[in-house]
């Protein structure tokens, strides 16, 4: 009931300005977290788009760990990197790290750097890499976890942005402002890259694209393609995963239909 994700990889954070960079730039409040602790954050552009979401773990007084989609893990380090200018602290891509995913409570590793639970039977947890933890499933048992994994997380309403959907949406289309455990925004934090777009929309109620969790006739559509339902509404998919021989339960961002 676990498997090191092949879709995920660890961004390090480390340094005295690890904190205040870090709260300049995501979108929850990191000033908040406790080392030991973790919450989602969302990285945005300067238009409030998202450009990932990722869970971030404070592992130290001055150094953060977060779980970012393998897509998008070497892009979102670069641009953070772009803006760190004088911020003493060092982005990394660790290569002695690895994301364990989990569908049943793991044992307590000594070993762990962190362990995440997010609910509704999902664990994460950060490892040192080791002959062991390197150990390859084989590609069917892989295909096979990560789609559970994906359907548990889809109908937990706990969604991800991958490359295929990076700057797409803003946090409230995809429920990021509710996601459990926590939410993903703090409204109550100083600014950070789309700040005033992602405010306006939740105190303006300016959003009017939502997210759903739907069934679909089919198994070959993608994150990022447009559907239309049975009721006439389109939408784009954010997740989505097969959940039998004929049907795939997806995240879908609805357009509601006008008059």
């Avoid at 997010?118 to 892989?142: H, K, Q, V």
């Amino acid at each position: 009931m676990h498997l090191l994700s092949p879709e995920h990889q660890v961004l390090r954070f480390s340094g005295p300005d690890a904190q205040a960079f870090l709260q300049s730039q995501l979108t929850n409040d990191v000033d908040a977290l406790e080392p030991g602790a973790w919450q989602w954050q969302g990285y945005c552009t300067a238009k409030g788009r998202l450009l990932a979401t990722f869970a971030l773990a404070r592992t130290g007084a001055t150094e953060y760990l977060a779980i970012v989609h393998r897509s998008l893990a070497t892009t979102t380090a670069k641009r953070l990197t772009m803006y760190r200018l004088r911020s003493k602290l060092d982005i990394t891509q660790p290569d002695n790290l690895a994301v364990r995913l989990h569908l049943a409570e793991p044992a307590t590793e000594a070993g762990a750097v962190a362990t995440l639970a997010l609910g509704n039977g999902r664990w994460i947890t950060i490892e040192p890499i080791s002959d062991e933890a390197a150990s390859i499933s084989s590609a069917a048992d892989a295909a096979d976890f990560m789609q559970r994994w994906a359907l548990v997380g889809i109908t937990a309403m706990q969604p991800e942005i991958t490359a295929a959907t990076s700057e797409h949406f803003v946090p409230q289309m995809i429920g990021w402002d509710t996601v459990a455990p926590g939410g993903g925004v703090s409204f109550g934090k100083g600014c950070y890259p789309g700040q005033e777009v992602v405010a306006r929309a939740h105190y303006r109620g300016a959003v009017k694209r939502h997210v759903e969790v739907v069934t679909l006739s089919v198994t070959d559509a993608s994150a990022g393609s447009e559907v239309t339902l049975a009721d006439g509404r389109s939408g784009e998919i954010c997740n989505i995963a097969r959940s039998d021989d004929y049907n795939s339960c997806a995240l879908l961002v609805v357009t509601p239909q006008t008059d």
